[in-house]
């Protein structure tokens, strides 16, 4: 959390400040702007202004709850229409983090979070391929689905894989001259994703990066 700002008056000469006797200057951290004022109130307000400016036009991160004690002091001055979208930013970007947080956490289903999985890293053939992630779905009831694009400028394809975790999580393979290579690659890397993401500690090594065998 933030702290709140800091106000700080001086009187000053009128004849040399354009008929202002108060300067306020506003402080927080790094950060410092000032306003002029024939009272200390609209010098406060203009230091505000000044400062909130400031905020939106640096695209600062502030929390919320700050931003509504400054809005305060500065009803008259500042565009609601600026303070409200600076508070959608700042909640956009608080809902992003989080579900980044939430995503390298681990893998998560309609039952809950899947336990560490600890899969064989090394697959050998179609079959075996298949089979284990099958298991691997069937048994915490998970779905599938895949779907075949094609490369316009190449010519080769590639195959995405949705599965039907919370949120869903789309596998791509790399690309490949034929729809069964793209195919058998994206079950491969479920297979990895699954694996890795089920770790205490989630790391994508050369597993990731290595071609089903």
């Not at 927080?28 to 230091?47: D, F, N, Q």
């Not at 009803?75 to 409200?84: H, I, M, S």
């Not at 909640?91 to 039952?111: D, I, P, Q, Y």
Request: net charge positive.
């Amino acid at each position: 959390m933030w702290p709140s700002p800091v106000y700080e008056f001086n009187e000053c000469l009128p004849s040399l400040t354009e008929g202002y006797k108060y300067h306020c200057t506003v402080k927080l951290w790094k950060w410092k702007c000032s306003g002029y004022g024939v009272s200390k109130k609209e010098a406060k307000r203009k230091a505000a202004a000044d400062f909130l400016k400031a905020i939106i036009e640096n695209c600062l991160s502030i929390p919320v709850e700050e931003l509504e004690a400054i809005e305060e002091d500065n009803l008259p001055l500042l565009e609601k229409k600026d303070l409200n979208s600076l508070k959608d930013r700042q909640n956009n970007n608080e809902k992003a983090a989080k579900s980044v947080r939430k995503l390298l956490s681990g893998v998560f289903t309609a039952r809950g979070k899947l336990p560490q999985l600890n899969l064989d890293r090394t697959i050998v053939g179609d079959a075996d391929v298949y089979r284990k992630l099958d298991a691997v779905l069937d048994s915490h009831k998970l779905t599938i689905s895949y779907s075949i694009v094609n490369f316009t400028n190449s010519g080769k394809v590639y195959c995405q894989a949705q599965l039907s975790t919370i949120p869903p999580q789309v596998i791509g393979s790399r690309p490949f001259d034929t729809a069964e290579e793209a195919h058998r690659d994206a079950a491969y890397r479920c297979i990895i994703y699954l694996n890795i993401m089920t770790m205490p500690a989630p790391r994508f090594d050369d597993a990731w990066f290595r071609k089903c065998a």
